[in-house]
């Protein structure tokens, strides 16, 4: 399998890479929780039509090994700059679900984007989701720690509540049609993601706000949300990003919960090839 070692403290990390290697690049950020595993709707049928798809397992997920420490914003940035030298990719799409999304706005204002040429912000907790100045409608930060403990105190059955399962999906909505076999694999991969990563994540998305980054951006950014969700509302984040990120595109999935990635696979699979296939002026490349 395919593995390198972070630049930051040697942990090993797992990536896939599916697809023809002279392809158009597109690499895919996970949630947290999940490995690469969430994106087979859209990795699968990308790499048949001849992109290269590349995934990352952030450490503590899927995969990579089980470290206590670098689950802070700028290192997992650094680890996810390191597989885009680590491969030479170039004229890279980055997507990124809930965290992922933070994870590359970050990567770009700390490495630059020489080696990126486009952003697809999917579900994204970017600019962040806890109430700020800037964010005033945002979550109460003891809020946010208390669920936390409550969390810790038992995993599987924070990822088996059946109230929070059916928001996560938006299940029952129209439109949404998601077997259950489907969503006890996702449950279950949850899981794999180790206790202390899941709880150091938790961690650092309480303490995300990448919006003064976001208006750094040079270059195109899709933010792709759906209306129903709950982990990252539209109001505070999707919008929020498209307003932020200049000439950002944002397109709602109506009646799509924070796991459209799932439920709206098809969707968002033929909106991330349209955003891809659109013809952009040419950038320099750079090998930093």
Not at 154 to 173: S, T, W
Request: aromatic share 6%; proline share 6%; with cysteine.
């Amino acid at each position: 399998m395919p593995y390198f070692d972070s630049p930051a403290d040697g942990t090993r990390l797992h990536y896939v890479d599916y697809g023809p290697a002279d392809g158009p690049v597109a690499v895919f950020v996970n949630s947290a929780y999940l490995g690469t595993e969430m994106w087979e709707q859209q990795m699968l049928p990308l790499a048949r039509e001849g992109h290269r798809c590349v995934g990352l397992d952030r450490r503590g997920h899927g995969r990579s090994d089980d470290v206590w420490d670098g689950y802070d914003l700028d290192t997992l940035a650094d680890d996810l700059h390191a597989l885009l030298g680590r491969l030479d990719l170039r004229a890279v799409t980055l997507i990124g679900h809930s965290l992922g999304s933070a994870e590359i706005v970050r990567c770009l204002t700390r490495h630059g984007a020489g080696r990126v040429a486009r952003v697809a912000l999917v579900s994204g907790i970017a600019p962040g989701v806890v109430r700020s100045a800037g964010n005033p409608d945002g979550w109460d930060p003891e809020v946010m720690r208390a669920g936390t403990e409550t969390f810790l105190r038992d995993r599987a059955a924070f990822f088996n509540d059946p109230d929070a399962v059916r928001d996560f999906f938006a299940l029952g909505r129209p439109g949404v049609d998601l077997s259950p076999a489907h969503v006890r694999h996702l449950k279950d991969r949850c899981m794999v993601a180790t206790a202390r990563a899941s709880s150091a994540v938790q961690e650092t998305i309480a303490t995300v706000d990448v919006a003064p980054e976001l208006a750094e951006l040079d270059l195109p950014v899709l933010v792709l949300h759906g209306s129903l969700d709950v982990s990252a509302p539209l109001e505070t984040t999707g919008r929020r990003s498209a307003a932020l990120a200049p000439g950002a595109t944002l397109k709602v999935y109506e009646n799509a919960g924070h796991g459209l990635f799932a439920t709206h696979a098809g969707r968002l699979t033929a909106d991330l090839r349209e955003f891809m296939a659109v013809a952009k002026a040419a950038r320099p490349v750079k090998t930093a």
